[in-house]
């Protein structure tokens, strides 16, 4: 109960962020992407906020031996750039240049702004399509997984 809560609460300040930096906004996404014209360093700056909460909660986790609410901490699987991430960055990065939304920010302006619903719309049929090149083709082998300490 306590995991669900502090998720609950996680996802909630995660998305009184974004609302109050206005980043489901797409205009201001797309203005941060437009170096050469009337660039908008907000997305800039939000991201900078975030990574000075982050430090030094990452600081201390590294020192940490487990999580406060789990047995155990939970790695990335996989250690190497392989094909297909490369191939899903590039699409994530080319949705959000050409939308001006990710997933998260979408999701929080879906119930104001139409735009965001036909994003969400694009990306759920996405990843149905990827679904089912995936099962069609076969799975690819994906890179090594990391070992425990690798971290």
């Given amino acids: 109960m306590k995991r669900l809560l502090v ?33 908008d360093p ?7 906020g975030a990574m000075l909460g982050f430090l030094p909660a990452a600081r201390f986790a590294r020192g940490s031996r487990r999580p406060l609410l789990a047995p155990r901490f939970h790695l990335a699987p996989y250690a190497r750039v392989d094909l297909a991430l490369v191939m899903g ?13 990710c997933p998260g920010p979408a999701l929080l302006a879906a119930t104001a702004r139409p735009g965001a619903l036909s994003f969400l719309a694009g990306m759920l049929g996405g990843m ?9 083709v076969g799975r690819w082998q994906p890179a090594p997984r990391l070992q425990e300490g690798d971290a």
């Fill in 7 to 39: 998720s609950l609460l996680s996802g909630a300040l995660f998305a009184l962020g974004l609302a109050l930096s206005g980043m489901t906004d797409p205009h201001k996404v797309l203005g941060f992407l437009d170096i050469a014209g009337h660039w």
């Fill in 42 to 48: 907000t997305l800039a700056v939000v991201m900078g």
């Fill in 89 to 101: 960055s590039l699409l994530f990065g080319i949705g959000w240049g050409l939308a001006g939304y």
């Fill in 128 to 136: 149905g399509l990827f679904a089912a090149v995936r099962a069609a």
